[in-house]
């Protein structure tokens, strides 16, 4: 089986940049690949801006990709993307509310430009033998008027199309990563692979702790199988109408699925020591400009301090909006708090460090931002402004994780015909 790959909502490449293991750039700016896997399509599109950053960014680091996607996906002919063994993808958590019935045989649609429909219309038309997804982690949870059901309804629709799957939550920091960043993973086999097989004759509660793609490479603790969860699909809904109309579960951070049944338990994981600030820090000085002046500093420092602000909702009810303290700026002793599309404007969630060469306050620069999502140092330096260089990394995954998975995906995929 040949390790040929798709990228979905591909950004800036990270599933690459893990799979691949590039952490350097050539002088002629082209990434280099270290690892086994060939990519064969990308699709990228930011519907909301005119220019395509990411998309001219993955183009500039991967240029043998040119005739890759750069249009909404939604208008892509699933039969015209390329074969592939491994379809991967950050999508976006959404509403996946099944909208209505079609007449007749038409069968069931899918809330218009959800993407997860995207994802399931490909596994339908191209049924690649192995999927890896991530996504945040309160997929599991969401929406808050029905927990699970989102999740529920993936399950649901990996399940008709003939997949098994396992999924962990997994905070980067806990396994030796710069970012305290959760997110969830989701693997799925289809049945005619060697590996469905092959876990078809193990216990969910071996899959979970031992012998699954994340407990190889994220080891937990040992848990109390009693306390693993079991649902049934056929049993209590008919159809994916019946499950989003019905459903409500609650998702545990890891889980298994094969057949029509779910698998669920809370895990704890063995941790490592993290990356820190302080290690991917640049120590040689940086321009002034990321500095704070007398007005940012104390606007950060409003900011990040505690606050009860009187609001109204669009009702006309009043309340209070709180916000506790945290700390004037980050320590260079921990990993990276979870980077958000919002890092390096004023805001609260963006970082503040002391410099170490200055011992002055200032914000993180962009290669700093790229160091705490593991991708090489100035990846996104490919003409984009610097402020769509922040927002690159906030939507981005950490790279690091996808490396350790890719590690048994290769050695599952060297086991298959």
Request: hydrophobic share 35%.
């Amino acid at each position: 089986m040949k390790k040929t790959v798709i990228e979905l909502f591909a950004g800036v490449g990270g599933f690459r940049v893990g799979l691949n293991n590039i952490t350097t750039i050539g002088e002629d700016g082209r990434a280099i690949e270290k690892g086994p896997w060939k990519f064969v399509w990308a699709n990228q599109w930011e519907p909301s801006t005119k220019t395509q950053h990411a998309f001219d960014c993955y183009n500039m680091r991967f240029p043998h990709a040119v005739d890759n996607s750069n249009i909404d996906i939604s208008k892509v002919d699933k039969a015209s993307i390329p074969d592939h063994t491994l379809l991967t993808g950050g999508f976006p958590c959404q509403d996946y509310s099944v909208a209505h019935t079609l007449s007749h045989s038409h069968g069931i649609e899918g809330k218009k430009g959800v993407l997860w429909w995207q994802i399931n219309e490909i596994l339908q038309v191209k049924r690649p033998p192995f999927v890896l997804l991530e996504n945040v982690d309160r997929l599991v949870k969401s929406p808050a008027r029905q927990r699970g059901r989102d999740f529920g309804i993936m399950l649901r629709c990996l399940s008709e199309a003939g997949y098994a799957m396992e999924w962990r939550i997994i905070n980067a920091a806990d396994y030796g990563h710069p970012q305290r960043r959760r997110r969830i993973y989701i693997f799925a086999f289809h049945n005619s692979t060697k590996h469905y097989k092959e876990m078809a004759t193990l216990t969910p509660a071996q899959i979970i702790s031992k012998k699954g793609v994340f407990a190889k490479e994220f080891p937990i603790e040992s848990f109390d199988e009693n306390k693993i969860k079991v649902f049934d699909f056929v049993e209590k809904y008919g159809d994916l109408v019946e499950v989003s109309d019905k459903f409500k579960a609650e998702f545990e951070n890891a889980g298994f699925m094969i057949g029509n049944k779910v698998y669920t338990v809370k895990t704890k994981p063995i941790e490592e020591a993290p990356i820190t600030l302080g290690q991917i820090a640049e120590k040689d000085g940086v321009d002034a400009h990321y500095f704070l002046n007398e007005n940012q500093r104390k606007k950060y420092e409003y900011l990040r301090g505690s606050k009860k602000i009187p609001r109204k909702d669009k009702n006309g009810f009043e309340y209070m909006y709180s916000e506790g303290a945290m700390s004037p700026y980050d320590e260079l002793s921990l990993p990276a708090r979870t980077m958000l599309t919002s890092e390096g404007t004023t805001n609260r969630s963006t970082h503040i460090i002391k410099d170490p060469k200055e011992g002055k306050l200032r914000i993180l620069t962009p290669v700093e931002c790229e160091r705490i999502n593991q991708f090489p140092d100035n990846w996104t330096n490919s003409g984009m402004p610097e402020k769509r260089r922040y927002f690159m990394m906030g939507n981005a995954l950490v790279c690091g994780i996808i490396k350790k998975i890719g590690n048994q995906l290769k050695k599952i995929i060297e086991k298959e015909d």
